[in-house]
């Protein structure tokens, strides 16, 4: 077994490798550990939300790049991917929080902050990615998981919702979008949340009551199968 | 000798008992889920819940801890160096900070090192140990690194799978190679204090 043990190591090392390489992650929790959760900034309060500014100076190729915030986790982020701006100047990353614009989305409540994403060259043009096939990766943090939010693109005129998936600690989602602009992490239906320090509440008791008798009848039952293997052996 | 009729006793016992853990590791998540919900991932009281049913699983399927070898814990840190160095690797540089002592990361550390170890001790314990009398190494293996991989799907999203899967991989391959859960423990806990520790 131990030499079988060898080779599956060996492969996993070069899948890690391969994974870590093709999925870049933005930033820590690296694997599974419990996340470190700080209470959501919102725009206005104290201490108030960070921005964020990377400048990355002029190559033949805009190297893969990513930019977020300083609280834990970042409540935005971006990662974008190599050629994807004209980098013939010094291309300059930011994110900042702006007020919401009175438009409303069509699909529900914006929750937490809208973000403006923006890349400038040196003579303060704005920049979008160099084709559609170039998208850049949008990451929020959200105040809940549940209901799931979308996130949110507002052109100036309009929100559009975006396909969006959860991307880990502290209620994160990302999108992958072919243009930059405000985005915000929108609540479906029409009731706001309350922002959480971290963890929550207890919904559902009945259903973690009866996850905790199934567990118990679980371990009832693996208590006697060991014990009759004892008695067998 | 092992007759035919024992070798069959032998592999049905074992096809309960991994039905059955199945069964109890699943509850635990869910009780996880329902205990953190909104944000279970950041839930430390849900991440030691979590923890205790996943002890109380394998101790009640007949897992019970082995004497500690040397050998095993240098090969769990030596894989724990493996999953860092795999992520610093691709970040293209190997430079690290470590994060300033405060209160949460004194309270953050022993939750998450319970966690990774109830992890180990419930699939690479027990449950590896069940599925190996039914279906042997290969279906051991593959079984506990998928349900690794799954677990952590409703905490990191469907995109957390192919790291799980290669991590899972990688754990089961240090269980197959010192024959008990201390090496890939060693390992885990080191990957996952990385996450808090290094910025």
Not at chain 1, 157 to 180: D, H, I, K, M, R
Not at chain 2, 126 to 152: E, K, N, P, V, Y
Request: with cysteine.
């Amino acid at each position: 077994m131990a030499r079988r043990g060898w080779v599956v190591i060996l492969i996993s090392v070069v899948a890690l490798t391969l994974v870590w390489r093709f999925l870049p992650a933005g930033s820590p929790p690296i694997y599974d550990g419990q996340c470190i959760a700080n209470p959501y900034l919102t725009l206005g309060g104290s201490p108030a939300p960070q921005a964020a500014t990377k400048t990355l100076p002029a190559a033949k190729t805009f190297p893969a790049a990513d930019a977020f915030t300083g609280e834990t986790p970042p409540q935005a982020q971006i990662l974008i991917e190599a050629g994807t701006f004209d980098n013939s100047t010094p291309v300059t990353v930011s994110i900042t929080p702006v007020p919401a614009p009175s438009v409303k989305p069509p699909n529900g409540i914006i929750e937490g902050n809208v973000y403006r994403f923006s890349a400038v060259n040196s003579s303060g043009t704005e920049l979008e990615p160099l084709s559609p096939s170039l998208a850049v990766f949008i990451i929020l943090r959200a105040l809940a998981s549940t209901p799931a939010p979308v996130i949110d693109r507002f052109n100036g005129t309009t929100w559009t919702p975006l396909s969006t998936q959860n991307a880990g600690c502290g209620n994160t989602f990302e999108v992958t979008s072919t243009q930059l602009g405000d985005f915000a992490a929108v609540k479906p239906g029409g009731t706001t949340t309350t922002p959480a320090a971290s963890g929550g509440g207890i919904p559902g008791v009945a259903i973690i009551g009866g996850l905790a008798i199934l567990l118990i009848i679980v371990v009832a039952v693996l208590f006697s199968l060991d014990r009759r293997r004892g008695a067998a052996r | 000798m092992v007759s035919e009729h024992g070798r069959l006793r032998v592999r049905g016992q074992g096809a309960t008992s991994s039905a059955v853990c199945l069964i109890g590791i699943v509850a635990a998540a869910g009780l996880r889920a329902g205990v953190g919900a909104p944000d279970t991932a950041a839930s430390m009281p849900a991440g030691v819940v979590f923890a205790v049913a996943l002890l109380a699983v394998a101790v009640a399927a007949g897992w019970r801890p082995a004497r500690p070898r040397i050998a095993a814990v240098g090969l769990g840190a030596v894989g724990g160096g493996a999953l860092i160095l795999t992520w610093l690797a691709s970040h293209g540089s190997i430079g690290v900070h470590i994060a300033p002592i405060n209160a949460g990361l004194a309270l953050w550390t022993p939750v998450v090192a319970l966690v990774a170890v109830a992890e180990e001790v419930a699939l690479r314990g027990a449950l590896f140990d069940a599925l190996r009398s039914w279906c042997g190494d290969g279906g051991a293996l593959f079984a506990t690194t998928l349900l690794f991989a799954l677990m952590h799907v409703p905490l990191y999203g469907i995109g957390s799978l192919p790291l799980d899967l290669a991590a899972g991989l990688l754990l089961g391959g240090l269980r197959m190679v010192s024959g008990g859960v201390l090496a890939p423990a060693v390992a885990h806990v080191i990957a996952d204090l990385a996450g808090g520790w290094l910025l």
